[in-house]
């Protein structure tokens, strides 16, 4: 199984996660599932069918996480010392040659990727145009609305 990169602080995020499915939601669900069972006749009882599907949910997603957690390869962006170039963890700023705009990035995991608080996905377009790119470069991304070509402003390792 290949390697799966993910920031210190995306693996944290997945451990708790983890933590609170086993020891929150898996007892929860238990209860749920007997106390369904309690009212009598399984076979027409929507309380209780609802309750193993979420018990199928919550099992899936363990399995999920403990898989990408035993795959993954935990990189501290504030370890890396990759000379100025873009890699996996660091964070971006950017300009977009046309309009101005400024934007900043940081590239992280595929369970971290949240473009609301910056963190793209280190498969997506625009972090793959990136990658190996240093301050200075340009680097061109097809997008939906068209070729964007974006000025690296800066890079930094947080």
Do not use: C, H, W
Not at 1 to 26: N, Q, Y
Not at 58 to 86: F, H, M, N, T, Y
């Amino acid at each position: 199984m290949a390697t799966i990169p993910i920031t210190k602080r995306g693996a944290e995020k997945l451990r708790e996660e983890l933590r609170r499915l086993k020891s929150v939601d898996r007892p929860a669900v238990i209860n749920a599932i007997a106390e369904a069972r309690a009212q009598g006749d399984i076979s027409e009882n929507a309380e209780y069918e609802s309750a193993k599907d979420r018990q199928g949910f919550i099992e899936g997603r363990i399995l999920e996480i403990e898989g990408k957690l035993s795959a993954s390869q935990v990189i501290d962006p504030s370890e890396l010392d990759a000379g100025g170039k873009v890699v996996f963890g660091s964070t971006v700023e950017l300009e977009e040659e046309d309009s101005g705009d400024a934007v900043k990035y940081q590239i992280v995991g595929e369970d971290e990727a949240d473009l609301k608080q910056g963190l793209i996905n280190v498969s997506s377009p625009i972090a793959r145009a990136l990658i190996g790119k240093e301050e200075g470069d340009t680097a061109e991304v097809q997008t939906p609305g068209g070729l964007k070509r974006y000025e690296i402003v800066a890079v930094s390792y947080l």
